[in-house]
């Protein structure tokens, strides 16, 4: 009796223990990468059937001209960092695995072949040692190199991949083709300020290149970078469960990005210069797949670089990192005014993926291009036109079979649906007319009052689950991001979302729309995580403009926290001479170039170079008076009004969390 009577409740309080166990297991959510689903399995099944997915003709032209690779692959910085690994994407072997669309997976394929190849007699390319192609031409004494990556690591490397198999050569010309860091990157490599001067390098750049070449990731900057990390897969780890590629190519490099300016413009079409002895003729295209861009011809070789306004697939006239939308209607002219120009072209490369051979290819590589980006803008305009709202034209199927068809037409970069939307924004903007949209509920707040009409989480949750069950993971990641953004601590939303969006990402053909979806179920899983992405080193923040440095400074400034504060400052630059009259009011700040406030509160005289150490390098004022680098008269607390009030913006902020 007594035995019995102390052995029950040891044996009640283990089955109850277990008991709370087994709950507790039931409700701890599985947050693992998981294997392609059955639905999509036969999705991608289905999608290989509906396409011949590259072509004989790109394949071989992906390895034409092959002549060596690295040795090692793997490129590091000073600091023994791998901001590059030629290799990362061996896995690309044999037919797509149920995770990725096959479709991306063969372009991939291409897009990872890497090494230098010959173009035609004179120019040789570097490519998949960053994400976009370093072009080399044999001038009468040295090189001109055309695009110098995007990292000064991966320029030197592919360098000496040059130099091993063609032979060591002066650089004597570099051309940028564009303002995107990718195109200027890697420049200090090859080439310094110095050895400009004394060797007489020439840095030729389109109309407007420095301004552009900072302007558009200055003021927007942390946001575009964030989303970046998505459109890139930064956050990814290379796989069959992970990136693949973008499309255009790989992932951007992790190196050290600089900036040479250019030495010379070119301001119109159809200029020539002679470089090197090597004739070129240029033509702008500008704001394109750029604001400031431009194309050019080398006559003597009958080769024509597009830049990268005509690529081996679509492009983007909106890119979901949050650039400004593009003219496609501008840009479709400019690709066939191509045709007119430069007809004798019987071989074009680019920036990005590989080169074309043969005057007939190359002349439907471009009136495919154009028609391309001329649909975009027509057929978003035709739909708009008919009344169609933008997520309703972002669900168009309808696209030209011709350019289905064409490799070099497919969304594999841009997509139809995003660029469609971008088309529309770019005229109509983000408005669809409907006055039940024009003043929503923030998205936090909206989230949780939509998850309380359906029920609760849990009634959000059954149905979001019912509708992966049945494949539609487009649905369920709607009800799932109601339930995450209404709580984001409630980990079986965030599980389930990841679910459902990990799957729509291994249907998709484009590689960008796959690092979206993928780099948002990793972040739903495991948290945000630092991210090693950036385009701003030293040499592209000291070659903003003072314009560009008080405009970001206004951006900065908390206006709450200024409410009713009248501040005039008189900005004196010792070095240069210029004046600036800052003025604070209504919470505002404005900036004027030559003005010259009668009554300041206080007047800074500091050099250009001072005044970078100051904001960028964080130098207390005090520290830079005391060296002789500044002299401050008037009211220094006045200064404090507005340099103790700007936000330091978090570069981790949550995407698909609140």
Same mark, same amino acid.
């Given at each position: ?22 709950? #507790? ?88 072949? *890497? ?49 091993? *198999? ?13 303002? *995107? ?17 004394? /060797? ?36 990814? =780890? ?32 159809? /200029? ?26 080398? =006559? ?6 597009? #830049? ?43 920036? *990005? ?15 495919? /291009? ?26 168009? #199927? ?94 079986? %939303?965030?599980?389930?979302? #990841? ?30 995580? =630092? ?16 314009? /560009? ?80 680098? %500044? ?28």
């Amino acid at each position: 009796m007594n035995i019995r009577a102390t052995r029950l409740p040891k044996k009640t309080a283990w089955l109850a223990a277990l008991t709370v166990a087994v709950n #507790a297991a039931a409700q701890t959510p599985d947050l693992s990468p998981k294997p392609a689903s059955p639905q999509t399995l036969a999705a991608n099944k289905a999608f290989a059937a509906t396409r011949d997915v590259v072509g004989k003709q790109e394949t071989e032209d992906a390895t034409r001209g092959l002549i060596g690779r690295l040795d090692n692959p793997e490129i590091k910085d000073a600091a023994g960092n791998v901001v590059w690994d030629g290799d990362k994407q061996a896995f690309l072997k044999g037919d797509a695995p149920g995770t990725v669309n096959p479709s991306l997976w063969q372009a991939s394929k291409l897009t990872a072949q *890497h090494g230098l190849f010959k173009v035609t007699e004179g120019i040789w390319q570097v490519r998949n040692y960053d994400i976009d192609n370093m072009t080399i031409v044999a001038g009468k004494t040295g090189w001109i190199v055309i695009d110098p990556t995007m990292s000064v690591e991966t320029a030197k490397a592919g360098m000496a991949l040059v130099e091993k *198999h063609l032979g060591k050569r002066p650089v004597r010309a570099m051309i940028y083709t564009h303002t *995107h860091a990718d195109h200027f990157g890697g420049a200090r490599a090859l080439v310094d300020e110095a050895s400009i001067k004394a /060797q007489g390098i020439r840095i030729i750049a389109p109309d407007g290149f420095m301004e552009n070449a900072i302007a558009e990731n200055v003021l927007a900057g942390n946001a575009m970078t964030r989303r970046a990390q998505y459109q890139f897969g930064s956050p990814l =780890p290379y796989g069959e469960r992970g990136a693949v590629g973008v499309g255009l190519g790989s992932k951007l490099s992790l190196g050290t990005v600089s900036l040479i300016a250019p030495t010379e413009t070119i301001t119109k079409t159809g /200029q020539e210069l002679v470089v090197d002895g090597v004739r070129i003729v240029f033509q702008l295209a500008p704001s394109t797949e750029a604001p400031s861009e431009m194309l050019f011809y080398f =006559p003597d070789m009958k080769a024509l670089c597009l #830049a990268e306004d005509v690529n081996k697939t679509m492009h983007n006239i909106y890119t979901l990192r949050g650039a400004k939308a593009r003219d496609a209607l501008g840009w479709s002219k400019y690709v066939n005014e191509l045709l007119d120009l430069f007809p004798d072209a019987e071989v074009a490369f680019g920036s *990005h993926t590989w080169p074309t051979w043969g005057k007939d290819r190359v002349v439907n590589l471009i009136t495919k /291009q154009r028609d391309m980006f001329r649909f975009i803008n027509d057929e978003a305009l035709r739909l708009a036109n008919s009344g169609q709202k933008m997520d309703d034209i972002g669900n168009a #199927a309808y696209y030209p079979k011709a350019l289905t068809d064409e490799y070099a037409t497919r969304g594999y970069y841009g997509s139809l649906s995003h660029n469609l939307r971008g088309a529309y924004s770019y005229y109509l903007g983000w408005y669809d007319g409907n006055p039940a949209t024009l003043y929503r509920y923030p998205v936090a707040e909206s989230a949780r009052r939509y998850v309380a009409a359906l029920g609760g989480a849990n009634a959000v949750l059954t149905q979001a689950r019912a509708a992966a069950d049945a494949g539609d993971y487009r649905w369920a990641a709607e009800l799932g991001n109601h339930a995450v953004l209404a709580d984001g601590n409630n980990m079986q %939303a965030r599980a389930l979302q #990841a679910d459902a969006l990990e799957q729509i990402g291994y249907q998709s053909e484009n590689g960008v729309w796959r690092n979206e979806y993928l780099s948002a179920a990793k972040e739903l899983r495991e948290g945000v995580k =630092p991210v090693q992405l950036s385009v701003q080193g030293p040499d592209v923040a000291r070659a903003m403009t003072l314009e /560009q440095i008080f405009d970001l400074i206004a951006v900065r400034l908390n206006h709450a926290k200024v409410e009713g504060r009248d501040v005039g400052i008189n900005f004196v630059l010792t070095d240069t001479g210029e004046r600036y009259a800052l003025e604070l009011s209504n919470t505002v700040l404005n900036h004027t170039k030559g003005r010259v406030l009668t009554k300041p509160a206080a007047t800074l005289s500091i050099s250009r170079n001072a005044l970078f150490k100051m904001l960028v390098a964080r130098v207390p004022l005090p520290d830079l008076i005391k060296a002789g680098e %500044a002299k401050l008269d008037g009211d220094g607390a006045a200064l404090g009004t507005i340099f103790a009030n700007l936000d330091t913006f978090n570069p981790n902020f949550g995407v698909v969390t609140p």
